[in-house]
């Protein structure tokens, strides 16, 4: 669990860091916004691949279950979505507290160039400006990073899972 603990830390500085990078150079705000996409998941896949393989490592034999391989990986997505969910709230509100008006403009462009109507577009900004909230930009940014980590978690554990031929029920 010590590993887990470990990785969620290092999952959570390198996003805290890589954001500041983003920010300091202005890629938040560039048409190459994709690299972020790519990078925030990877992030949370490469710390969760290393903290089950250093998991497998420290066991006998270097074996893991899947399901400890999937805890290890979940501990992971927790404590790093966690602090990362709480440093969402920091950037928006104090680092650069003009940028959720800068994604809600390219919002309304992007819903205005799929051809909907004002009241929809109306309908998708209320729930946006809902998430914009301190309170809801926690909620969403934990319950969307814990999700979306939970399935990286289940897939690398599948992947590196080593049964212990020994042990009938691993």
């Known amino acids: 669990m010590k590993n887990a603990i470990r990785y969620g830390l290092i999952y959570s ?13 202005g890629i938040s705000r560039s048409e190459h916004t994709w690299i972020l996409s790519i ?3 990877a992030m949370p896949v490469v710390c969760i691949v290393l903290s089950v393989y250093d998991e497998r490592k420290s066991n006998p034999g270097g074996f893991i279950s899947f ?15 966690l602090i990362n969910s709480a440093y969402a709230v920091l950037y928006a509100q104090v680092i ?37 909230a301190p309170f ?7 319950v969307a990073g814990v999700f979306s980590g939970a399935i990286y978690a289940l ?5 590196l899972r080593r049964s212990d031929p020994n042990d009938m029920f691993s």
């Not at 399901?67 to 979505?81: D, E, P």
């Not at 897939?155 to 992947?159: D, G, K, L, S, T």
């Open 39 to 41: 990078i925030s998941v």
């Open 96 to 132: 650069d507290p003009e940028f959720m008006e800068y994604v809600e403009v390219k919002q309304i462009e992007q819903l205005e160039e799929s051809g909907m109507s004002d009241e929809q577009i109306e309908a998708n900004m209320s729930v946006f400006r809902m998430m914009k």
């Open 155 to 159: 897939i690398v554990a599948a992947i």
């Open 67 to 81: 399901s400890k391989a999937f805890k290890t990986g979940l501990v992971v997505v927790l404590l790093g979505t």
């Open 13 to 25: 500085a390198i996003n805290i860091l890589w954001s500041l990078i983003a920010y300091v150079f």
């Open 136 to 142: 809801g930009m926690f909620t969403f940014t934990l």
